[in-house]
Every structure is written in structure tokens, then in C-alpha cells.
């Protein structure tokens, strides 16, 4: 599209900078120095002069069809091993601003881990999706889902199309619809499902999908499913997705050459790994130029972006008609878990016959759907308070803040200048840093979240901060302090932009000057 300024009606800034070169070169040296040893590490435990402790085949087997491949564990015997402690660790407390963890040690290098019945108090939570801080064990949600669980008890013990169908599920598909701005909308009991089980029942054989690289595995598993036709298009890239569909109108399905049955768009709302929020003006152009359709997931947006928290569409200000399969999930801002699709009535009449998670599904737990439905009507303040309104916007605040103190450390941040109101990325380099990071915060009382190869390219590991409105400024104060300390410790401060502070600016502002070094 030549002209794309005229589709928004604010800025849209996304800021991705590139690895420094040495930072780069050194990444892939420490993971080559890391094989070299791992493959040293296999021929002595070939050897005995090592003990395996890994998964083998046995040896009565040896002739069999091997039913665990040895060389595809590599990875995770010799590099992950190592740094395993930095995930999975157990929390035994509510998950808000602040977490108590169970300690554990390992004495054989990460193989197995012992508790020592010792319990880590007051973590800041820098890790949790809990965005507006209804993840708590006190206040109106708490009350009302402990009243719903005397009455309803905890599960249905049904589907939906059987005898799970409970005057509570209607009323949150009908608060959902309202909150969306849709006609209709149906509630799922898990979020992953309601992407991988709800493509399938969408789209078929037949059908094209253009999906986005770096969209959820969910997403990616439904598409997959469906039987569907699966063309990959660049991240957020517009001219890429725009190629794809001219060449899918002109050339239509391969060997017939019939024109496809449908062209479905999947695009998430929010790419919690990158910060990057999709270009959903230029996706809806473009959806209409070409007569597709879109899918839109707004796990992370919902909730937490827009001026009162209805995602990525209210962003934007577009018309929710102009999306075609309205999707989000209940586990983030909401505090709850399950998911949703809201549309048009009959693309929801038509789900609720045909979509094998309302088919064979148990029905959601009765205080989880009031969970859900008392913290919906505390955003939108049909509880009669503004507190719902109030920490949609303590959630700006908070994030724009964190961001900009961590830019000015000089840290490297990706993605979007708002999409930070959901999480920060700050990337980490030199192999598995990443993990050092981690356990140094945590030996600081903060919980972070690292992420490194494979699921991030080698040289993009990173550690995520995930805000919530729960957060005050003195813990964001105190988080910042030792992320700083950590940065200087492990020299992780890279980034050639470092912005200049001003000194008259109050801390919920965003505006700043920047310099190259």
C-alpha cells in the first residue's frame, strides 16, 4: 500500500535495534565452545567414564525401531541441563505484585532438584500475566467466586451440548458480547484450545491460511489441523501479506488452479515475545481490497490496551464488525482461565455445533465464569466503582515508566512504544547469559522470566517483565534498581541509543531525547 498514514489515528512507533555485530559473533562462538564440550561430555558417557543419566534405549531393544532419538535430546542433556533451575520453579502463594517461591537445590547439576522445605517470601512478580492485578486472593472477585462455589460447586462434570450448560456461562457470553462490541460470543474452558480446536471447525481443505511468522504455537497447531493450505507472510510486514494475497487470488489453489474456498488472515493483537503490536488498520484494508477474512487474537491486548481496556481493536478506534473471528483469553487480565470467539450470531451458532471444544469439552468451572464476569463488569464499571477504569490506567503509567527507565539504563528494548503496556523485552546476548540474569534477580527477590534458544533465535535470548496494575512505584523503584546492578554486573548494557533523562519530566511521561553514542 503506498499511503498508510491516513488508516491511524495515532502514532504507531515500534523500535527494533539491531544486535551489536560483536555481541553477535561471540553468541555463536560460546554456543559452539557449549557443542564441543556437549559432544566431548556424549563420548565420555559412551564410555562409562561419565554417568548417563539421560533417557537411553535399552539394551535388549538395540535392535528394535528406535523409539527415542538420542541425537534429537542433545540440547537438552548437555545445554538446557545446566540452566534448568531458571524455570518451572514452584510458587505457593496467589500470583499478584508480589510471590512466595519453595526453594530448591540440585546436587547433580540440575538432573533432579530437592526441596528444602524453606519458602522464598515477597518476590516481585515481574513474571505473571496478571495485567490488572485481579489475581488475588481478597476483594469482589474472590467473594463472589467462594459464593458461586457453595452454590454451583467447582465443576460441571458435562459439556456444554449435554448437561454442562449453566444460566452462568449464558450471562458471561453475553457480557463478553456487550464488552466486545459483537453480536454474539461463546466462552471456551482453555485458551489454547480455543485457537487450536476453532480453526479446524473454520477453515479446510480447500482453504487457504496466511499466517503471521511469529503468531502463538497455538495458532500455528490449529492452522495445521484444519487441513488447510499454510502460507507463512514477514512479521507485521504489510507488503509481504499483500504479495501473498495477489498471488493467491491470481494463481488460486495449486495444480486446478480453482479459486480457494476461503482466504483466512491470522494475526495476533499483541506479540508478547516481540512488544510489537499488529498494523490492524492496513490488515483490515487489505482483508476487505482482497475479500478475505480475519482472525484476530487478542490474548495479551484484551483487557490492557485501549482507553478502557477492549484490546487492539478500541486502539485503534476501528469498528469490531471489521474483524471477522474476535478472539482472547480470560488467563491474563481477567485473572481466570478459558478463552473466547465473538463474531456474528451465526458464526457463533455455527461454532457451538460444530466446534469440538464446545462438542467434547467439559463446560468452564462455575467460579471461574464468575471470576471472569465480576472482573469484565469492574472494567467496563458496571459495578458501580472506577476501579476497573482506574487500574487500566495505573497499567499505562506503570509501563511507560518501566520503559523508559530501562532505555535509559541502556538496555535494548523491542516492540511497540504502547505495547509495553503489557511487557518488556530487553534482549540479552552471549549464549546463556540469559539465565545468569535470571538467577541473579532472583537472588535479588525479583521473578523474571528468561528466554532463550530454541525458542528464540541464538542471538535474541532475552528476559521479560511482565507489569500489572498491582505494581507500585516504590516496587517498580526497587526492581529497577537491581536490574541495573545485574546489567553492570553481566555488562548487558549494549544498546548504541541512550536517552537523556529530563529532569522536569513526571514519571508517567513518555517523552525523551535521544543520542547516539
Not at 561430555?41 to 531393544?61: G, H, S, V, Y
Not at 511469529?214 to 507463512?232: F, K, M, Q
Not at 485501549?306 to 487480565?333: A, C, I, Q
Request: glycine share 8%; charged share 25%; aromatic share 10%.
Amino acid at each position: 500500500m503506498n499511503c498508510t498514514c491516513r488508516l491511524y489515528k495515532r502514532p504507531f512507533n515500534e523500535a527494533f535495534e539491531e544486535t551489536p555485530m560483536l555481541v553477535a559473533v561471540l553468541t555463536y562462538v560460546g554456543y559452539g565452545v557449549l557443542t564441543l564440550f556437549g559432544y566431548l561430555r556424549d563420548f565420555m558417557r559412551q564410555w562409562k567414564i561419565e554417568k548417563c543419566q539421560n533417557a537411553t534405549e535399552r539394551e535388549e531393544q538395540k535392535d528394535f525401531v528406535p523409539l527415542y532419538q538420542d541425537f534429537e535430546n542433545f540440547y537438552n542433556r548437555n545445554l538446557y541441563m545446566r540452566i534448568r533451575d531458571s524455570w518451572n520453579r514452584p510458587i505457593c502463594s496467589v500470583p499478584g505484585a508480589k510471590v512466595d517461591m519453595m526453594e530448591r537445590v540440585s546436587h547433580d547439576y540440575n538432573w533432579t532438584f530437592t526441596y528444602t522445605g524453606r519458602v522464598i517470601k515477597d518476590i516481585i512478580n515481574m513474571g505473571s500475566y496478571n495485567y490488572l492485578g485481579f489475581a488475588q486472593k481478597t476483594g469482589a472477585c474472590q467473594e463472589a467466586a467462594a459464593k458461586v462455589l457453595s452454590q454451583y460447586g467447582a465443576g460441571v462434570c458435562s459439556t456444554r451440548q449435554e448437561m454442562g450448560n449453566l444460566d452462568k456461562h449464558e450471562e458471561l457470553e453475553k457480557l463478553v458480547a456487550r464488552f466486545l462490541g459483537v453480536e454474539s460470543a461463546m466462552a471456551y474452558g482453555m485458551g489454547f484450545a480455543t485457537n487450536s480446536m476453532n480453526i479446524p471447525a473454520l477453515v479446510g481443505k480447500g482453504c487457504l491460511i496466511l499466517s503471521d511468522e511469529l503468531n502463538h504455537a497455538s495458532l500455528v497447531l490449529g492452522a495445521r489441523l484444519s487441513g488447510a493450505t499454510i502460507r507463512i507472510f514477514k512479521h507485521n510486514n504489510m507488503q509481504s501479506l499483500e504479495k501473498l494475497l495477489k498471488d493467491a487470488i491470481v494463481h488460486g489453489q495449486p495444480r486446478t488452479r480453482r479459486p480457494w474456498k476461503k482466504i483466512l488472515i491470522l494475526v495476533e493483537g499483541i506479540y508478547s515475545m516481540e512488544g510489537s503490536i499488529v498494523r490492524l488498520p492496513e490488515v483490515i484494508a487489505l482483508k476487505k481490497k482482497y475479500k478475505s477474512y480475519l482472525y484476530l487474537d487478542e490474548a495479551h491486548s484484551i483487557g490492557a490496551l485501549g482507553p478502557s481496556g477492549r484490546g487492539v481493536v478500541e486502539y485503534f478506534g476501528l469498528n469490531p464488525e471489521d474483524v471477522d473471528v474476535m478472539m482472547g483469553t480470560f488467563t491474563k487480565s481477567f485473572g481466570a482461565a478459558g478463552g473466547y470467539i465473538g463474531g456474528k450470531k451465526e458464526l457463533i451458532d455455527y461454532l457451538r455445533t460444530y466446534s469440538h471444544s464446545a462438542a467434547y469439552a467439559t463446560s468452564m468451572s462455575p467460579p471461574v465464569v464468575e471470576q471472569i464476569i465480576t472482573s469484565v463488569k469492574c472494567i467496563m464499571g458496571e459495578d458501580g466503582t472506577t476501579v476497573g477504569e482506574a487500574r487500566v490506567q495505573q497499567l499505562a503509567e506503570n509501563t511507560r515508566y518501566f520503559r523508559r527507565r530501562l532505555k535509559e539504563m541502556g538496555f535494548i528494548i523491542y516492540g511497540n512504544e504502547d505495547s509495553l503496556l503489557l511487557s518488556l523485552l530487553s534482549r540479552i546476548k552471549y549464549g546463556t547469559f540469559y539465565n545468569a540474569f535470571g538467577r541473579e534477580m532472583l537472588k535479588r527477590n525479583i521473578g523474571v522470566v528468561v528466554v532463550g534458544f530454541p525458542a528464540t533465535p541464538i542471538i535474541e535470548s532475552r528476559a521479560r517483565f511482565c507489569l500489572s496494575a498491582a505494581h507500585t512505584k516504590e516496587m517498580l523503584d526497587t526492581a529497577l534498581k537491581e536490574i541495573n546492578e545485574v546489567g553492570d554486573l553481566l555488562q548487558l548494557k549494549y544498546s548504541r541509543r541512550r536517552l537523556v533523562p529530563l529532569l522536569d519530566r513526571p514519571f508517567d511521561e513518555t517523552t525523551y531525547e535521544e543520542t547516539e553514542d
